[in-house]
């Protein structure tokens, strides 16, 4: 009967390890499980991406950008070029910068039929760059929303001094597109390609060495 009852207990306390292992939330758990992830689900392989705009450098999807940066993190740097807003209330990929290549000011506007916050050019975009970045050693992977921003980023890079060959639009942006499909229970949601939806690790939290802080 003991024998029984400890046989019982053991078996109890194996489950309830087991299953607190598979509800585990922490940040380094978290991330593990992405980046297994990412590299068993490529979306990139049946999702075909589209440049948004023409530019100077490259384009590049967010799992080849994912591994850029792993493969050299002291010289390869995922710049988010939305606003402040975006990146702090939205989420970032994480570990990237912040420098906005447009600001959202108070007034709203009226544009292909829809109203949307009125934007403003940062005309500090290079400086803010060079601040940050050398153009002899570093490369530049510019992300938005949706992609084209980021095509946009490039060009303004070019005109302070970065090579081409160094600088890259991430397809899809954060978000990625929205649902064609009227038929799709998600119509209209952006749940198509984009660093997100890809599974890679992102989070909502702020630091000064890589938020917009111009004061600094």
């Not at 590049?60 to 975006?86: C, G, L, W």
């Not at 290079?126 to 921003?149: E, Q, V």
């Not at 929205?178 to 690790?201: C, H, T």
Request: charged fraction near 20%.
């Amino acid at each position: 009967m003991k024998n029984s009852f400890k046989l019982l207990l053991f078996c109890t306390v194996v489950l309830f390890l087991s299953c607190t292992g598979c509800t585990t939330t922490s940040k380094n758990t978290t991330h593990q499980i992405i980046q297994h992830q990412h590299k068993d689900v490529n979306c990139s392989e049946y999702y075909q991406y589209k440049t948004k705009l023409n530019h100077e450098g490259f384009d590049i999807t967010p799992s080849q950008a994912y591994e850029m940066v792993m493969d050299n993190p002291k010289h390869t740097f995922i710049i988010d070029a939305r606003t402040p807003a975006e990146y702090a209330f939205i989420g970032h990929p994480t570990g990237s910068y912040n420098i906005p290549l447009k600001f959202s000011t108070n007034e709203i506007e009226e544009k292909n039929g829809h109203l949307q916050p009125k934007m403003t050019t940062n005309n500090n975009f290079g400086k803010d760059l060079l601040a940050k970045f050398n153009p002899s050693t570093d490369t530049l992977i510019f992300m938005c929303r949706s992609g084209k921003r980021s095509c946009l980023a490039c060009d303004e890079a070019i005109k302070v001094g970065f090579s081409k060959e160094k600088l890259f639009s991430l397809l899809g942006g954060f978000e990625g597109d929205k649902v064609k499909n009227k038929n799709s229970a998600f119509y209209g949601q952006r749940k198509v390609g984009g660093w997100v939806n890809e599974g890679l690790p992102w989070d909502d939290k702020l630091y000064s060495n890589l938020a917009y802080m111009p004061s600094n």
